[in-house]
């Protein structure tokens, strides 16, 4: 079965402009890797060095959610460890349809 999901992704406490632009470089490879890219929109940011990436406005349509979402949220915390591992992570996970 599919479900709808929306995606947000906060990381921040960067050292700096570079390594946002490595960040956001590895997330959107990540997005590719799942498939998801062309429902995301991922923003490096330089001034404070942070990514975000949001899959506003539309939510990602996923089957086999909660397996999927457990591989992602480790896939994506190696990612961003892997290049800044102080990094500050907030990833939280909306289901826009009624239960």
């Not at 570079?18 to 940011?45: F, P, T």
């Amino acid at each position: 079965m599919s479900v709808n999901i929306h995606l947000y992704l906060d990381v921040d406490g960067l050292k700096s402009p570079d390594e946002a632009d490595r960040i956001g470089a590895a997330v959107n490879l990540l997005m590719k890797d799942h498939g998801i890219e062309s429902w995301m929109v991922v923003s490096v940011h330089h001034e404070p060095p942070s990514v975000t990436a949001r899959s506003e406005p539309d939510p990602i349509i996923v089957r086999g959610a909660r397996e999927w979402t457990k591989q992602f949220e480790r896939d994506i915390e190696s990612a961003i460890r892997t290049i800044a591992p102080w990094a500050r992570i907030d990833l939280e996970w909306d289901y826009p349809d009624p239960a």
